[in-house]
């Protein structure tokens, strides 16, 4: 995201922006790559609901909460890309309240890695994530990647919300 110290981060949670729904994808190379035909859409204080389930020293992706409101809404899966928009929105937002009501730090993306748009991009989440005692590792050679070790071993059951 850019210029986010003009952005009204906790406003765009609140909006809903027509959502949740769902609907009816028709493009054959969707429905391979999903696994269905139903696709989600989750407002945006739903993930940020999501994301505070994750407690101290436990994780979850992105995906995982995806997963989570496709199942508790009979759909195939959630749309991926407002996904992505809607946790970092959330991100921000707690980060302009100046709270840890939602600990942001705590949700990763795919395969454990850390996002670089969240406040203070990988080396904020990186010192968070450190602090409750997950190590980061590094991939990459010139596009560095980071990483939480072994993270699976840390995930957290999201429940329904």
């Known amino acids: 995201m850019a210029h986010e110290e003009r952005k009204d981060f906790n406003a765009m949670l609140r909006d809903g922006k027509d959502m949740p729904k769902t609907q009816l994808v028709t493009d054959p190379a969707a429905i391979a790559k999903y696994g269905g035909s139903r696709m989600y859409f989750a407002p945006p204080i739903d993930y940020d609901r999501a994301m505070r389930q994750a407690p101290p ?12 409101f496709a199942r508790q809404n009979g759909a195939d899966f959630t749309e991926p890309i407002t996904a ?4 970092s929105i959330a991100a921000w937002a707690c980060a302009q309240r100046g709270d840890d009501s939602t600990p942001w730090w705590r949700t ?3 395969g454990g890695e850390l996002n670089p748009k969240y406040p203070g991009g990988v080396d904020e989440q990186r010192r968070r994530l450190e602090a409750e005692g997950h190590a980061v590792i590094v991939r990459g050679r010139k596009n560095l990647k980071y990483y ?5 071993q840390s995930l957290f059951p999201l429940e329904f919300l």
Do not use: M
């Not at 020293?57 to 989570?68: D, F, H, M």
């Not at 939480?148 to 699976?152: H, L, M, Q």
């Open 84 to 87: 992505g928009v809607f946790v």
């Open 108 to 110: 990763l993306k795919a």
């Open 57 to 68: 020293g436990r994780l979850t992706t992105v995906g995982e909460i995806r997963a989570l």
């Open 148 to 152: 939480v070790k072994d993270f699976e």
